[in-house]
């Protein structure tokens, strides 16, 4: 069930993607969700925002899903494609957005 947050940012996340092995529903969470940019946070990890932007903390890695430009449809057997979708993956200090100074 997808659930509407604080609706501070204009992102969805799926906690625990490595740990529980969510792949799936980060990747149904993008796809239903196409116009957001989706994040995968891991366990031991957060994604800390700030008025500068955003940066990972913590003992692993996000993962952002943007399908904002990808083309979308679903296979003869129900399955995703997804055609140029973006999959990028921070590590613990890596700035994934930072506001000009």
Known sequence: MITPALGLLDITVEPRVLADNRWGRLFALAYTQPTTVAFGIADNTALMITTDGATVVGDNVVVGLDLR????????????????????????GDALWSLPE
Request: charged share 5%; hydrophobic share 60%.
């Open 69 to 92: 430009l990808a083309t979308l449809a679903l296979g003869s057997n129900q399955a995703f494609v997804i055609a140029n979708g973006l999959l990028d993956v921070f590590a613990p």
